[in-house]
């Protein structure tokens, strides 16, 4: 470290020191890993399955915007429909029917669920996203402090369709998808925000009033 | 046993060899955590979850790279997650016109507290290229690999963090 101010080599030496290991957080690990199916190598069976699991995690931060418009826009093209679809605030759903232009239904216990969680002044919002190969989706977004664990989307089918029916407010929202608790992903169908603080790109909404 | 050998008894089926992984890169991944969000124990989960994803998709994990770059860039990853859900735009905002180095001790050592304090002010970015560069040791490739930002723009980021903790931990730019 020869040849630096003394600020920088002081600094340099804290941050380098070792951390003070918690026994127990370490040995969670393996606790973890042993709870876990045993890891095998990919067989030739799991090409389809390597390929839409790549159409999902080929949407990373590490690649540019362009490659990643370019896999969103693949997903978008090889699904079903992705979007968002929103209501009226509080206008009735018919045989809970949400979307005025898909079929997404949802039982009678969820859009009497979803009627009492919607205040004046909000609209619902249906979150819907084709991730096949996924684990596990939520959305992230100012609504719910982005926090990764406020809003999951439930997976509909085994094509790797999920969803989700928020009650939003009127106004500007910046959201994103996060797969599998790691893999960022703005809404395909959706405006962009500029990059965020963490180099990221999210999604704009606006609910009209 | 190295790296290869440990992860081709773990894709073979022995779990417990893992555990060599964990015992090897433990360490620098939780210095890394720690240091980057600035919280133990939001560390530990972070390099937790790290090394719990990198079981999870060893199978997929080809020679081409070294392991431990490998895990980094999972590790990488997570705690940019975690910074961003636990409390987004927290570190966005130096905080207002803080100079540490103000402080009157001027012939004192650098203070620990000062130290870290000086980080947190630091956007995210760049603290996380400047430990990667200098507490790290890697080169800009590696963190280019890691991070998925270009060289030119890692470079300017580990020198515009650089510049702000010279002017936060040294009289520079004092008015007095």
């Given at each position: 470290m020869s040849g630096n101010e003394p600020w920088f080599d002081d600094l340099i030496g804290e941050l380098k020191k070792p951390v003070t290991e918690n026994a127990r957080a370490k040995a969670k690990i393996m606790e973890k890993v042993r709870e876990m199916p045993s890891r095998r190598p990919a067989r030739r069976g799991d090409t389809l399955l390597t390929f839409l699991e790549w159409l999902v995690r080929g949407r990373t931060v590490t690649v540019s915007p362009l490659a990643v418009t370019v896999c969103a826009l693949i997903v978008v093209a090889g699904a079903i429909a992705v979007g968002r679809l929103m209501t009226r605030p509080h206008e009735p759903f018919p045989g809970g029917a949400l979307s005025k232009y898909g079929t997404h239904v949802v039982g009678r216990d969820e859009a009497v669920r979803l009627a009492h969680a919607t205040k004046p002044g909000e609209s619902l919002v249906n979150f819907v996203l084709i991730a096949p190969g996924a684990s596990r989706v939520t959305v992230i977004g100012d609504f719910n402090n982005?926090?990764?664990?406020a809003t999951p989307l439930q997976q509909e089918s085994e094509s790797g369709l999920w969803t989700v029916i928020v009650p939003l407010p009127a106004g500007r929202h910046e959201y994103a998808f996060l797969v599998d608790g790691e893999w960022w992903l703005p809404d395909p169908s959706a405006p962009r925000a500029p990059k965020d603080d963490f180099d990221r790109v999210n999604s704009i909404m606006l609910i009209e009033g | 046993m190295n790296d290869i050998e440990a992860i081709q008894a773990v894709i073979g089926g022995d779990k417990e060899a893992f555990s060599w992984l964990v015992d090897r890169y433990y360490a620098r991944s939780l210095r890394f955590a720690v240091r980057m969000l600035q919280s133990q124990e939001d560390g530990e989960e972070t390099t937790q979850d790290a090394f719990v994803r990198a079981y999870q998709t060893l199978d997929r994990y080809e020679h081409r790279d070294r392991f431990e770059a490998w895990l980094f860039k999972i590790l990488v990853n997570r705690c940019r997650t975690k910074a961003a859900g636990r409390n987004r735009g927290r570190w966005s905002e130096p905080l207002a016109e803080e100079t540490l180095a103000s402080r009157n001790e001027m012939a004192d050592p650098l203070l620990k507290r000062d130290m870290s304090r000086a980080l947190a002010q630091l956007v995210p970015e760049q603290r996380e290229a400047f430990i990667l560069k200098f507490v790290e040791d890697m080169t800009y490739e590696e963190m280019a690999d890691v991070t998925g930002a270009d060289v030119s723009a890692l470079k300017m980021r580990v020198m515009r963090a650089r510049e702000q903790l010279k002017k936060l931990l040294t009289r520079e730019g004092d008015t007095e």
């Open positions: 982005w926090d990764a664990g | -």
